[in-house]
């Protein structure tokens, strides 16, 4: 969680140097290459899908790759790495969200709870940084384009549900990170044309083998083989970890200023993902894990 907080940061820097299309194709690229050799080395063989599976991998792919990645990077154009940082903590109650609506699966009072919490402190960093800022509109605007990375990764999570329990999680990664590139290659390939790539610094590029590698492949093998061991409960308890992970490297690396409404939304959030966690549920399926859309 820690390395997916570090995510928003990286983003935020690479948004600045790197057309968006093309720094998520390099990235995709990158995670999809490492991602398939596993495959490969681990099950000797790629998976045939049904037409149903494939439906939904490729849902998967453009809502919780393509669009995600979108809104993330442009978001990061107009807002903080901080605001984002705490945004996207709200991932949790937006999941609860879409299944009480979309699945009709029957949420328990502290789980409202929760979802009401962690969306009162996106509501709180917004209308704050509204009445104390001139640059407000841009802020809005990307604040309400890293709500829709939420979305979209929630969206995601709660469709690898209805996936075959047949089809591994690393074959399940493998194929949303191979889709989402082929979604993004031809902006990209137009971005690259027009694009000074031989500019690029090193450090850029250590950026981007970064988010490729240790985001896309590291952290979402890690989060696979650690939700198979532990409850659900748990996992979600260390969900906090991404807000806190975001502002911490967002201060210390980008020197952005933290307020106090940040600390209060970040308090609210945190008190709304420990209020969703707190009664440990045993759900069918739960020893197959799904990765995580980054």
Known sequence: MQIIGSFVVVNKVLSASVPVF???GIRLFIGALVLNAMLWYKERAFPRLSRRDMLIVFTQSFVGVFLFSFCLLYGLKFTSAV???IITSTTPAVIGLISLVFFREKLA???LTG????????????VFGILSGSEWSLSLWGNLLIFGAVIGEAVFMTFGKLLSANLSPLASAALTSTIGFGLFLPVSLVQAAQFEIA????AIWGLLVYTGVGVTVFAVLLLNQAMAQIPAGSSAVFSALMPV????LSYAALHEPIHWYHLVGILFVLAG???ISRKKTSVAGEGQQKPVSL
């Open 22 to 24: 093309l720094a998520s």
């Open 83 to 85: 605001e984002s940082g």
């Open 109 to 111: 009072a502290h789980q």
């Open 115 to 126: 979802m009401a919490l962690a969306l009162a402190g996106a509501l709180v960093i917004n």
């Open 199 to 202: 500019a690029v610094t090193p």
């Open 245 to 248: 992970s975001a502002v911490v």
């Open 273 to 275: 993902i420990l209020s």
